[in-house]
């Protein structure tokens, strides 16, 4: 299924589907490499009482347990905040182009 024109897909979904279909153990090495962020994704959909956080509960039971470096990452996080992203962030590539305007559908 392709996302809408008007946004982007959820990365974790992507990550999944591509874990499950195309490549098992780069998927999971993706997973395995943001552990500290889906820990602390579950962490606050937990908070928020959503059922939404059954889903990150879910993907992490089927990877290894945190190592300390792992749980000191996502406390890191949780202090600083995630890292800054600006590619794609400004300029003409906001917003989005549409099918129409580019003639080539995402």
């Known amino acids: 299924m392709l996302p809408p024109d008007d946004e982007l897909p959820d990365h974790l979904t992507v990550v999944l589907e591509f874990a499950a279909t195309t490549d ?9 490499n943001h552990h500290a962020g889906l820990a602390l994704l579950a962490e606050a959909l937990h908070g928020q009482g959503t059922v939404y956080a059954r ?19 996502a406390e890191r996080i949780a202090a600083t905040g995630p890292p800054q992203e600006s590619v794609g962030m400004a300029g003409p590539l906001l917003p989005f182009p549409t099918t129409e305007q580019t003639g080539v559908r995402r």
């Open 24 to 32: 098992q153990e780069l998927g999971t090495a993706l997973l395995v």
């Open 55 to 73: 889903g990150v509960d879910a993907v992490l039971a089927t990877l290894p347990a945190p190592t300390p470096a792992v749980l000191r990452a």
